[in-house]
């Protein structure tokens, strides 16, 4: 099975969008989700405009059932052989000519609009970071996400906990410019599914690119349908407590912010921003054995992984 480095690299063509100059590549990382996959694709290929290209980043050393999904519809393949979702996002971007990079889930299906929503705010050039609206399953698909478009940048207000804590959308509905990351592994490959910090590499990355003076946009009407999974509230507690600590470390700056996060949430308060779920979530709902244990467990997880890789600070203007 080839790598990324085998991989035949050919500029995308120009796609029916409002601006040819914003080029997109549509990035779908898996591995060995092949229905899943098939269904994807099946989505991404309907949509309209079409993306410029539709790459499939298989997380493993390589595998032919889903090299052959991927010739099915004319997606392009690549394997990453290291394990971690960060590294497969990575591998998608490093290899990705196009403009703009946008990610989707393998078990994830666009709205045909989907592209047309992500790309507009693009069209601002200070413009790195675009998140839509994750639409879980049971729910219908014909169900309305209500709301303009929400812009942040590192000259509002808690922008920083907006950023690390959900207040911009998730992974499985983002869109990143390439210039804007180019020549750095922006998903931190400590951090997300796979590695050992299971949370979050796409709260850490947004924050890094806003840090460095870039703006994200939140467009609710670019909808993403996924399915609801089961939580294992100890696992994502332990996980949620390591990489509170991990900011705490590598955004010094924000010490004061992150320590007002955590007694709201301890207190049951109510954020004073968007986000879904609103209330103090599973987590602080769970009761305080279960927070001890993940504080405790959360604490060793932070010393034991958070020097495997130290990431190069850039910042444009810093706030």
């Keep these: 099975m080839s790598s990324a480095a085998d991989q035949d690299l050919k500029p995308p063509a120009s796609s029916s969008n409002d601006n040819p100059e914003l080029t997109c590549s549509v990035v779908i990382c898996t591995v060995g989700r092949l229905d899943l996959l098939r269904g994807c694709l099946g989505a991404v290929f309907q949509m309209v405009p079409a993306a410029d290209e539709v790459m499939v980043v298989d997380n493993t050393p390589g595998t032919a059932a889903i090299r052959a999904i991927a010739a099915e519809f004319g997606a392009r393949y690549v394997a990453e052989p290291a394990p971690g979702l960060s590294r497969a996002r990575n591998c998608g971007m490093a290899q990705s000519l196009s403009a703009v990079v946008a990610y989707m889930d393998d078990d994830a299906t666009p709205k045909r609009d989907w592209l047309r929503h992500i790309l507009k705010p ?150 004073p921003w968007p986000r879904d779920p609103q209330g103090a979530g599973e987590i602080m709902c769970a009761g305080w054995r279960l927070q001890l244990r993940a504080a405790a467990a959360g604490l060793l997880l932070f010393l034991r992984h958070r020097g495997a890789l130290r990431r190069a600070t850039f910042v444009r203007n810093p706030s």
């Design 122 to 271: 693009f069209e601002d050039p200070e413009v790195a970071i675009v998140t839509g609206e994750v639409v879980f399953h049971p729910a219908t698909t014909n169900a309305a996400v209500e709301g303009p478009p929400r812009t942040l940048s590192n000259l509002d207000p808690q922008w920083f906990e907006i950023a690390t804590f959900g207040g911009l959308g998730l992974g499985s509905n983002m869109a990143l410019r390439r210039a804007a990351c180019a020549g750095r592994k922006v998903f931190d490959e400590r951090l997300g599914s796979g590695a050992p910090f299971n949370i979050a590499e796409e709260n850490y990355a947004f924050a890094f690119l806003l840090a460095s003076g870039f703006r994200a946009v939140h467009v609710p009407a670019a909808v993403v349908f996924h399915p609801a999974k089961a939580l294992n509230v100890l696992q994502f507690a332990t996980c949620a407590f390591a990489y509170w600590l991990l900011l705490l470390a590598e955004f010094p700056s924000h010490r004061a912010e992150l320590i007002r996060y955590l007694f709201r949430c301890w207190r049951k308060l109510p954020l």
